[in-house]
């Protein structure tokens, strides 16, 4: 399964998805690998909401963990209906009912907390999390915040790795500040003085960074999500959970 490969043409399912990887753990030759895709692609959101209910940092460690392996080793795949689409919703619920269940939340913890299938930074993303805490939100509203943060990052992510490899990792650090709608970017006179480049110049490439971006994330949506009707739905939904914690 290549990772980053296109979304099938006519609007049928995508080759290489979220639901993909889950069915991927299936397999006993690829479930770990599998696994250690969705732990990267994941990991925070889950372990956010974790914390969220009151577990300590190193408790909320494990039981992420634990609940990735449970996902695999329980008949949670084999019940998920692809076809009621959004990924999000299936993990959001596979997790509430993980967090219930405290018999079976124990025993996965006992052989997978200790595990690491994705390594990290926890000082990081606890240094995110004290300051974005808000006590009023719900649990969904909770994951589904920390969800769309966590697509959109990744967006950026490949969007980064393509202006490397093209050469251009520096415009891109230089312009990214003008993909965030909530930021005080630079005037692209000063972008420009900072590039070697003329006003017109600037405007141009932050066009294309901008236009490029939205092709990216569409796509990581898209990963998401069974068919690409769902997609703009998806990224509607996204794009109201981080202006309502804009306004927040």
């Not at 006992?110 to 300051?131: I, N, T, Y």
């Not at 980064?160 to 005080?184: K, T």
């Not at 003329?198 to 068919?227: D, I, P, Q, S």
Request: proline share 3%; hydrophobic share 40%; with cysteine.
């Amino acid at each position: 399964m290549r990772s980053g490969a296109a979304p099938a043409s006519g609007g049928g399912v995508f080759p290489d998805t979220s639901w993909g990887l889950i069915l991927a753990t299936r397999d006993p030759d690829g479930a770990r690998s599998a696994l250690a895709a969705l732990c990267r692609r994941y990991w925070t959101p889950i372990y956010v909401c974790v914390r969220r209910q009151g577990y300590a940092p190193t408790d909320a460690e494990d039981l992420t963990q634990a609940f990735f392996l449970h996902l695999i080793e329980h008949e949670t795949v084999a019940r998920a209906e692809r076809v009621r689409g959004h990924f999000r919703s299936f993990l959001l619920g596979a997790l509430r009912f993980f967090l219930a269940h405290e018999s079976e939340r124990e025993q996965a913890r006992k052989r997978g907390g200790g595990l690491a299938f994705a390594v990290v930074d926890v000082a990081d993303v606890e240094s995110q999390l004290a300051a974005s805490a808000d006590a009023r939100l719900s649990m969904d509203l909770q994951f589904d915040r920390e969800w769309a943060r966590t697509v959109v990052a990744h967006a950026r992510t490949r969007l980064r790795e393509e202006y490397a490899r093209s050469g251009q990792d520096r415009l891109y650090d230089a312009l990214q500040c003008c993909l965030d709608p909530g930021a005080s970017a630079p005037s692209y006179v000063e972008l420009g003085k900072d590039l070697g480049r003329n006003e017109g110049a600037v405007k141009v490439a932050v066009h294309r960074l901008r236009n490029r971006f939205r092709e990216v994330l569409r796509r990581e949506v898209g990963y998401t999500v069974v068919t690409m009707d769902q997609v703009g739905e998806e990224l509607r939904h996204l794009r109201d959970v981080l202006a309502l914690e804009s306004t927040a």
